[in-house]
């Protein structure tokens, strides 16, 4: 294996491990725990599952890995914060289209090599990416992976 | 800049976008608002100052580049669960010395070439790495990044 396959893998590797976390704390839990708030008066652990299934089935046309597959997520658990609006699936829904997304993104992940993690995302023009070539699909993964993170910490605070 | 060049720059931006955003949060802070806990019955956010602090300082060692400059932070921040034992240092003490370790740690990542990223780390034996040879430096930077944004969305939940 070459030290560019290496070195994008353990980006993807970090990806993986958060996922599998995540996946591993929210998998048993019950519609009843889904909706308990990380801290009092913040969101639910159910608006955090929204939230990163569609900010994560963005990175599909972010990255230019083909089309979404549930925008109409965006406005209940981006634009609007958590108890806004009423939740458009069930716990169960939710969970299986969290499951759907992350894997199939890490499937498409998986078929990327090296050189292509360094390509500009789609959210940044041509002119700009010249300017600055770190805004590449590689930042992206890791924001997200940080994204991901800063979130489950949020979510281990209710026991 | 070559390709392994900009894959390991991207791993350590994503580290040092993580920190810096760490460091605007903790620097305006004052002592009072450091006793404060994230959720009720949680962790202050002083106790995750000196728990990220200590993390860190360890991986002078683990990734072999140096002698790590606080050891006695361990005692009360990794081992021992917080208010067990009284703080060792002051706030602004505490403050100084997350600077120095993230300031002089990110000084040594920045001087290493990705070959040497992809070297194995000191807790990993010779015999077990060359049968996993992704136990390297570059994943345990993406780790403790990834720690740092679990621990900093729990921070982010006192405003």
Do not use: C
Request: glycine share 4%.
């Amino acid at each position: 294996m070459t030290t560019e396959t290496m070195l994008a893998n353990a980006a993807l590797n970090s990806w993986k491990l958060i996922i599998g976390r995540l996946d591993a704390a929210i998998a048993p839990l019950s519609d009843e725990q889904l909706q308990r708030q990380v801290a009092p008066g913040k969101n639910r652990l159910l608006y955090l599952v929204g939230h990163l299934t569609a900010v994560h089935d963005r990175m599909f046309n972010l990255l230019g890995l083909g089309e979404r597959l549930y925008p109409e997520l965006d406005e209940i658990y981006i634009t609007s914060p958590d108890r806004a609006r009423p939740d458009p699936l069930s716990a169960a829904e939710l969970k299986q289209a969290w499951s759907e997304v992350n894997g199939k993104l890490t499937a498409a992940f998986e078929k990327l090599r090296p050189q292509q993690w360094l390509e500009k995302h789609t959210a940044v023009s041509d002119e700009d990416f010249v300017k600055d070539p770190t805004r590449n699909r590689l930042a992206v993964l890791m924001s997200r992976t940080n994204h991901a993170a800063f979130h489950t910490g949020q979510a281990a605070l209710i026991k």
